[in-house]
Structures are given as structure tokens and as C-alpha cells.
């Protein structure tokens, strides 16, 4: 779907865990709450007085906390009342908030360069963590509660205990600002993005940093991993959405549709969809079914690619019009709909829904983009006032590359000697430990033979030197 209601650049976005709903902050002061159902209406908050910098659902999705640059944080209700909370919560811009897993404690991250910890129930202070030098971009608490991570403009990723206060950990491996920090659903890595475009992964077990991306030619603004570990997608301040496969440790897909920077992505608590909020003011939701596919056929399956990113960089995925394509057998549809709403009541007027086959490359992109669905709606304030506003129609995107005829020939021909070339290499990899292993055990072998002959040497010395015995 594409949700257009937003009046300046989308900044941050999250689900409910229902999946029903999804919230979103903007800098043009709003936190909204679009339904994800059809027919569904879409609420706009008002109360922060610049711009919104963070949004979360509660777990049990009946609360929203947001942070401003106002310096405040606000708990809604999402619903039309709207109510909310709201406390001061630093002396400076609030970057980020997030809830525990248990939902009664809250964690900021500001330019006042702390990190600190709020009751949600009572909406008091707990505590505070101060040993970063420069503004802190994020903070987040690890799934069981007792981490937390944080980041910012100090080039530091730093790892807390909750129940001590103290820093247990302090990474530096970022050439520029630290932007976005987020655990694994398991809480045994983090991942750490950068201005300088870099993505980072470290096994908080051991504190090595296990992987390194440099896939995106502009700063990483947010990632999110999914549910199950083995993906992580990525916003990029150069207007595209990355998608790693964590297992193989490489790049395999490029979503484009936004026309800014890309602000804000994340997973839904199933992996079924992700979102991804941008500059250009819209949010783009997508559907996914990637983890049932073999990655092995998906890369025997793939015939070209539309940039000319280092390989094994799969297919690049545009969401734009309907664009019909020749006859080809697919296993990935889209679905585009065009809807119009009634201000007043909301009502679907006209449908239109029009299925279009996607390309043979973009086969082995199991992803699937629901496009032009348009939601705006009635909005409420902190004290129940009501707004009601004209729906605007967008237009439907499209799956469609405009690349020439010669030049996509010359790709996909050198797609497919970059594809043979990396085979080449893994099964020269595989040999090359093949032989190793049988090195070693050879050698192995042929020192245990030494040893044995040696000791059959001493032996038979020591038995040629026995004295005879007394009584012979």
C-alpha cells in the first residue's frame, strides 16, 4: 500500500504487533496511525510542537510513545480520542524512544548526550546513562530487558546493563556518525548503521563484529532485522531499500519507489510486510514471502539486473504503473488498486484492480509491492478535537525497468560471467579447504607414525640394556 497524509518528511514508522495497524511521526509535528484493513480510517495526532523523531507501539498495542525535537515524550491512545500523556524528557531534542518488552519502561536517546529511562506507568524518571561525548541518535533495550544499546554523533556503539548502570562494552568501528542501533529478535547480535554508509553486525557474546555491508552509496538512516534473524533491510539516504540475506552474508535486493532519502524501515512482528517511510512525505508497505523460496533457486532462477552493483546483487524491484510485460511463466504478481474515499465518512466509492505478471528477472524477487491504495482521514487531539481532511488519489506504482534493449543484453550478459565467476570461485574455495583438511590429517597421521616408531626405538634400547637377573 501507499499512504500519502503526511505534511513534510515521514521520520520514523512501526507496527502494531496485531499487524493491524501501522504508526508513523513526520517533521511536520503529527504522529498518525494508519489501518491497515480496507476501509480503514487513518487518525492524526496533535500536540508536539516540532518535529517528531520517533515512534513506537506499546507490545500489547494499546499505547504509542513518540519523541520530538520539542524535547518531550508523549504516550497516545490510538484511537479517535486520541488521549495522551505527555512529559519533558530531556534538555535537549529527543531522538528516539523505545518500550521494553514488557512495556513499562521506556528508553530515550538526545542531544544532550544521555540516555535515560522512564516508568511508563507512573511516567516518572528511573535513571540515566551518561558516558557518551556528542548527541545520541538512538537507544534501544535487548528482548530480555536487561541491555540496552545506544549510538551517536561520538562514532560509539555502547552496550549498558540495566540493573548496574555501567557501560559493558564500547564500539568504535564507524569512520562517521553512528545513526541506528537495533538487536536481533534473540538479543545475541546488534547491528549498527552509519553515516558513511556502512551497516555493521557484533556478536554481543563475544564482542566481535561477525559482518560489514557497504552496499548503499549514501548514509544508512534505519534498518530492521526480521523475525527470523536471517534478513535485514535497510533505508538509505540514497532514496532505495536494501534487503541482506544474513545467512549467506550478501545483498540480494534493491527496492526503489522512493523519490527522497529513505528515513525509516521496519519489519512487522510476523515478517509478513515492512514499511518504509521517506523524505518525499510518503510511506510504502510491502508485502513479502521471500523466506519460502530456496535462496539456491533463487540465484539459479535469476537472468538480470537493472544496476550494476557488485555481484551477487539479485534484482532490482521498481514500484511504479502497471507495465505489461511479454507472456513468461511467474510465480510473483502484483496487485494494484486504486481506491477513493468519501472525506466525511470514508466510504470506498470506486475499485479498480488490474493484475499484472512481473518480468522473468524480477522472478527470483519473491517481493511483492500492494500499490496506490490512498489513506487520509479523521485526525483527533490530545483533548478529542476532530479534523477532517480531502483524500488525495495517488497514482499506482510500477514494476518496470526502463533500460534499453542493448544495454540490458550487455548486463544480463555480464550478470550471468559474474554469476559463473562466483560459482567458480566457492567451488575453488571448497576444494582448496578439501585439501587443507586432508593436509592436516595427513600430517596428523604422519606424526602419530613418529611418535609410535620412537617409542618403539626407546623400548627395544631399554630392553637390549636390561641387567640379567640375580638368580639366573
Known sequence: LHFKGHKNAV???????NSKQLASGSADKTVM?????PKGRALR????????TGVQFSPSGK????????????LWTPSMKGECAVFRAHTAAVRSVAFSADGLRLVTASDDKSVKVWSVDRQSFIYSLNQHTNWVRCARFSPDGRLIVSCGDDRTVRLWDT???????CFSDCSGSSTFVDFNSNGTCIGSSGADSSLNIWDIRTNKLIQHYKVHSEGINSFSFHPSNNFLITGSSDHTVKVLDLLEGRLIYTLHGHKGAVTSVAFSQAGDLFASGGGDRQILLWRTNFDSKSYQDVLQKHGRRATPDPPPHLSDIYPRSPHLHHPQDSAVQVLNISVTYQSSDFQARHVDTSRVETQKGDKSGSWVSSAAGNQTGAFSTGKGRREEEETVLTHPLEVFSTHASSLDSTLQHIVRQLDILTQTVSVLEERLTLTEDR???CLLHQSQILQNLQASREQQRSGSHTPPHPFT
Do not use: Y
Not at 499505547?63 to 508523549?74: F, G, H, I, L, N
Open 11 to 17: 521520520t520514523c514508522v512501526h507496527f502494531n504487533p
Open 33 to 37: 496511525i494508519w489501518n491497515l484493513a
Open 45 to 52: 495526532f496533535f500536540g508536539h510542537q516540532d518535529a517528531v
Open 63 to 74: 499505547r504509542v510513545a513518540s519523541s520530538s525535537k520539542d524535547r518531550t515524550v508523549r
Open 163 to 169: 540493573s548496574t548502570k555501567h557501560c559493558l562494552n
Open 439 to 441: 593436509m592436516k590429517e
